[in-house]
T-cell receptor, first 116, second 114 residues
Framework: DQQVKQNSPSLSVQEGRISILNCDYT??????FLWYKKYPAEGPTFLIS?????DKNEDGRFTVFLNKSAKHLSLHIVPSQPGDSAVYFC???????????????FGEGTQLTVNP | DTGVSQDPRHKITKRGQNVTFRCDPI?????LYWYRQTLGQGPEFLTY????????KSRLLSDRFSAERPKGSFSTLEIQRTEQGDSAMYLC????????????FGPGTRLLVL
């Protein structure tokens, strides 16, 4: 049961253009989401998060949008740079009361390639 | 403190051997997580510790897997009688104790079982 899903395994964009990475989730009770970036041979690095009380969160070139009715979130990178080439994962913590911890459920990831 | 560290970074072993990985979390963090990542997939949760107590284990963590965090600082993950299906990247992460607290990941240990 894949509760967080990224349907596009790869995305290629030109430097300076917008990159849009998508993520869908199945459980409408999820109330917080995170995006991580992963370079080869490194662990995932936290990028940006969003709470379900918001529909947008922005940090520099990175903006995450949340559409609760569609159970969909997206990460926008503007402008894209070659150094942004990495695998991007969306993730969600467990539901309130489900567990005492904060184990993350990750999507499958999207490989972003930004071409110079 | 420079972040979460893991040792070794790479491990090649023969099927049936035992392996042990170490994770040193960020020193102020009292939660420590282990994940496993295989090719083309996102990290999958294995287990987590709050201080020295192991509070949750995934069904992915078979009887051959054991994890410890004896003094609430570093943690070890041992795999006994390794199988080829255990080949994966093993990631450790740490955080403060809060549901929405950001988890910081180490570089991972890549295991190859021949």
């Amino acid at each position: 049961d894949q509760q967080v899903k990224q349907n596009s395994p790869s995305l290629s964009v030109q430097e300076g253009r917008i990159s849009i990475l998508n993520c869908d989730y199945t459980n409408s009770m999820f109330d917080y989401f995170l995006w991580y970036k992963k370079y080869p041979a490194e662990g995932p690095t936290f990028l940006i998060s969003i709470s379900s009380i918001k529909d947008k969160n922005e940090d520099g070139r990175f903006t995450v949008f949340l559409n609760k009715s569609a159970k969909h979130l997206s990460l926008h990178i503007v402008p894209s740079q070659p150094g942004d080439s990495a695998v991007y994962f969306c993730a969600a913590p467990p539901l309130i009361g489900e567990t005492s911890g904060s184990r993350l459920t990750f999507g499958e990831g999207t490989q972003l390639t930004v071409n110079p | 403190d420079t972040g979460v560290s893991q040792d070794p970074r790479h491990k090649i072993t023969k099927r049936g051997q035992n392996v042990t990985f170490r994770c040193d979390p960020i020193s102020e963090h009292n939660r420590l997580y282990w994940y496993r990542q295989t090719l083309g997939q996102g990290p999958e949760f294995l287990t987590y510790f709050q201080n020295e107590a192991q509070l949750e284990k995934s069904r992915l963590l078979s009887d051959r897997f054991s994890a410890e965090r004896p003094k609430g600082s570093f943690s070890t993950l041992e795999i006994q009688r390794t199988e080829q299906g255990d080949s994966a990247m093993y990631l450790c992460a740490s955080s403060f104790s809060a549901r929405q607290e950001t988890q910081y990941f180490g570089p991972g240990t890549r295991l190859l079982v021949l």
